[in-house]
């Protein structure tokens, strides 16, 4: 007998669309059957790309649908609203990074997933990318002895072209870059150090797209309608949003609950686009130069006299076929997995909690007077049930 295919829809057809050729393989285990979106553009590009789905603005027929499992790919302010419907639905919940804009609306998705019994997964690609993987490898090979910090530094090359264009440029979309752009980074160092922030402060300012004068309303257009390596330099960047209220610079520091200091630093307006992550343990440290494929990460495990020293061991980055060196299908392939057998996950909805939660108090941090806050704890009895892999459960046992 042949594979029954795995029906799963979408919500939202945009920016991460490109999500869909994961998992629409007809004969081979799962298809994409149903999408919603809300905009006619999305709705049209949904039609073009997957003719024999259902294509609808109607989140109602999605749920009524009889799918088995859904994504949820909307813009970050609209990942609760949606989640929590489709998780009391009972339909299996890919959430795309991160959970959400506001810590209520990120604990309302874990809470409705662990009332419910519905499985939740949320979208961290990183998690997969070569570069992460191999660097936690080395950290849990224990090359580098017991780590101590961690110094996340990221070249935002394209920023202005890619938030500051259309809705990532306002607060009320995304609260912040920090958070927004910064969840993957944040949930990186969370995963290389074994740890959560507890305390974070922060600094950053709206330091050059502010001044920008050019100005339009980009509604209905996409990032591909307007991204060009000739917009350069910053200041001279076009069709920028009419409105504009998030920082172009942001740098966070993080006290983790196992003692591990962590920092992180995101500009938009650097000619080069890349992250550099350094991992200092009490035997030596790692850094990675690129974080693409055939890119390098070193190791120094030997002390020198002065100067820079060249690394004692150079570990060349892994490539992978689909998006972020393979990440995107690997992530797609762990979730339809996940639905359909449980278990342990190489992402957490905790971790994805715990990242928002450092990127919302660093930025209520940064806008007053950059004092430290502190990271609320999440109920343990969700810590136990997510961290236990979601052990099936309904919700008359709640």
Known sequence: MGTVDMKVGLVGFGLRASLWKHVHKPGQGSVVTIVCDTSERGRADAAAKIPAATVTADLNELLA????????LTPDNKHALVAVETLQAGIPTFCEKP??????AADLILRTAYETGTRLYVGHNMRHMPVVVQMRQLIEDGVIGEVKAIWCRHFVGNGGDYYFKDWHSERKNVTSLLLQKGAHDIDVIHWLANGYTKRVSAVG????????????????????????????PPTEQTELSPVIDVEDISMMQMVLDNGVLASY???????????????????????NFGDGPGEKINVWTSRTATGFAEPDQVVEILDGDGGHGGADPRLVAEFLDFVAHGGPTQTSPVAARQSVAAGVLATESLRGDGSAREVPALPAELIEYFNAGQPARSAQAV
């Open 65 to 72: 649908s009889g799918i088995d499992a859904v994504l949820v």
């Open 99 to 104: 959970l959400d804009v506001t810590l209520e």
């Open 205 to 232: 300012e709206l330091a050059v797209y502010g001044d920008v004068k050019d100005r339009r309303d980009n509604t209905g257009r996409r990032m591909v309608d307007w991204f060009s390596l000739d917009n350069w």
């Open 265 to 287: 630093q995101q500009c938009h307006f650097t000619p080069d686009y890349w992250r550099n992550y350094t991992v200092i343990g009490s035997k030596g440290r790692i850094e």
